[in-house]
Antibody, heavy 119, light 107 residues
Framework: QPYLVESGGGVVQPGRSLRLSCAAS????????MHWVRQAPGKGLEWMTA????????YYADSVKGRFTISRDNSKNTLYLQMSSLSAEDTAVYYC????????????WGQGTMVTVSS | DIQMTQSPSSLSASVGDRVTITCRAS??????LNWYQQKPGKVPKLLIY???NLQSGVPSRFSGSGSGTDFTLTISSLQPEDFATYYC??????????FGQGTKLEI
């Protein structure tokens, strides 16, 4: 079964940076667009960003544009999210997600990593 | 940007009830509409893709319908394990996706 494992979450001070990783296994990582989705405590799901299969095309929600950078290393089957200028509003569980079957939907999700922005 | 609006935001129902949740898009998304279920502390799970296609392994009591701007998720006979939060998601602007705000289904 394909699966994704996020890492890199933790507590970070406002204004600082943090990088999240998402490692893929049993999944042809290099074939698929990868996404990050977040969920603030007690809130809904928010799509944040995506990167094309080859890393050339990147897409961002307005809420993170200019502050967050998505990237991938297909040789390591790993997705990244570089977050900067963090604020309390960025406190959330961060999920990586994709389609393992070519659907226009997320049929594979990581378990999530919690990011808490607090002084 | 396409906005997705779900109704109701919360819903109380009983085991055995038939339940319908609605999702409306701010512009046509054709049939590029997906539904997810999320239980507390758990990862979202894909239920329905492309408006009406049941994801593998999902019970047949779940069904989806609609096209354009108006969509519904129906649970024909609620089971105890169905109490969760449900989200719609448009994938028309793939790979830029948008979720609805969620519908919490409570006992």
């Amino acid at each position: 079964q394909p699966y994704l494992v996020e890492s890199g979450g933790g507590v970070v001070q406002p204004g600082r940076s943090l990088r999240l990783s998402c490692a893929a296994s049993a999944f042809t990582f290099s074939r698929y667009t990868m996404h990050w989705v977040r969920q603030a405590p007690g809130k809904g799901l928010e799509w944040m960003t995506a990167v094309s299969y080859d890393g050339r095309n990147k897409y961002y929600a307005d809420s993170v544009k200019g502050r967050f950078t998505i990237s991938r290393d297909n040789s390591k089957n790993t997705l990244y999210l570089q977050m900067s200028s963090l604020s309390a509003e960025d406190t959330a569980v961060y999920y990586c997600a994709s389609s393992a079957s070519g659907l226009d939907a997320f049929d594979i999700w990581g378990q999530g990593t919690m990011v808490t922005v607090s002084s | 940007d396409i906005q997705m609006t779900q109704s109701p935001s919360s819903l109380s129902a009983s085991v055995g009830d038939r339940v319908t949740i609605t999702c409306r898009a701010s512009q046509s998304v054709r049939i590029f509409l997906n539904w997810y279920q999320q239980k507390p502390g758990k990862v979202p799970k894909l239920l329905i893709y492309a408006a009406s296609n049941l994801q593998s392994g999902v019970p047949s009591r779940f069904s989806g319908s609609g096209s354009g701007t108006d969509f519904t998720l129906t649970i024909s006979s609620l089971q105890p394990e169905d109490f969760a939060t449900y989200y719609c998601q448009q994938s028309y602007t793939n790979p830029v996706y948008t979720f609805g705000q969620g519908t919490k289904l409570e006992i």
